[in-house]
């Protein structure tokens, strides 16, 4: 059974940093891209990052890019999201997904995880 | 402003059918392929279609998908009052080089 669980999201000031981590099992963790979403409050479903499989290919949404940075731990069968610059607008609650195709990067999620929610305020 | 627009919101009685529209373009829905998503309320969402009219296992074929050209469409048969949910298009867009989505869709079972 494939199991994503994130953790990381907490309170934090405007300008701030924060990692999210999200630990997978039930797959070949090496074998598919992993994707951040994020929901912000009441609001619908935005695409934020994604890495490939070797964690050699990565793709962000413009509204993140440059502050945001996406990596992954094969070994620990890990995904992460380095997060500065944080701004209001970044509340959101973060989830981690799994690629739905071995090997693509290019593709949309399969299964996700329940998230962890992320504030930004002062 | 979603780059994919789907209506806000969808309504049938229980047992009918619905539709739910997903709008985009040469750089995404024309040329790559859609996935829809099911939230039900407080939860993450689910895969219910993927490249553009498969079923994952566990998904009942009451749940239907299709593409032509720039658009994509969901079709919801014998509706139950559990379908209540929002409802996702996405799919990849060559220009952006970022996965997108629709905006949702509330569908309510009256």
């Known amino acids: 059974e494939v199991q994503l669980v994130e953790s990381g999201g907490d309170l934090v000031q405007p300008g701030g940093s924060l990692r999210l981590s999200c630990a997978a099992s039930?797959?070949?963790?090496?074998?598919?891209?992993m994707s951040w979403v994020r929901q912000a409050p009441g609001k619908g479903l935005e695409w934020v990052s994604i890495?490939?499989?070797?964690?050699?290919?990565?793709y962000y949404a413009d509204s993140v890019k440059g502050r945001f940075t996406i990596s992954r731990d094969n070994s620990k069968n890990t995904l992460y999201l380095q997060m500065n610059s944080l701004r209001a607008e970044d509340t959101a609650l973060y989830y981690c997904?799994?690629?739905?195709?071995?090997?693509?990067?290019?593709?949309?999620?399969?299964?996700w995880g329940q998230g962890t929610l992320v504030t930004v305020s002062s | 402003q979603s780059v994919l627009t789907q209506p806000p919101s969808v309504s049938a009685a229980p047992g009918q059918k619905v539709t739910i529209s997903c709008s985009g373009s040469?750089?995404?829905?024309?040329?790559?392929?859609v996935s829809w998503y099911q939230q039900l309320p407080g939860t993450a969402p689910k895969l219910l279609i993927y490249?553009?009219?498969k079923r994952p296992s566990g998904i009942p074929d009451r749940f239907s998908g299709s593409k032509s050209g720039t658009s994509a469409t969901l079709g919801i048969t014998g509706l139950q009052t559990g379908d209540e949910a929002d409802y996702y298009c996405?799919?990849?867009?060559?220009?952006?080089?970022?996965?997108?989505f629709g905006g949702g869709t509330k569908l309510t079972v009256l």
């Open positions: 997904a799994k690629g739905r195709k071995e090997g693509i990067t290019e593709v949309l999620p399969d299964y």
């Open positions: 039930g797959f070949t963790f090496g074998s598919y891209a």
């Open positions: 890495l490939s499989s070797s964690g050699g290919t990565t």
């Open positions: 040469s750089s995404n829905i024309e040329n790559s392929y």
């Open positions: 490249e553009n009219n």
């Open positions: 996405g799919t990849w867009d060559t220009s952006l080089s970022a996965g997108v």
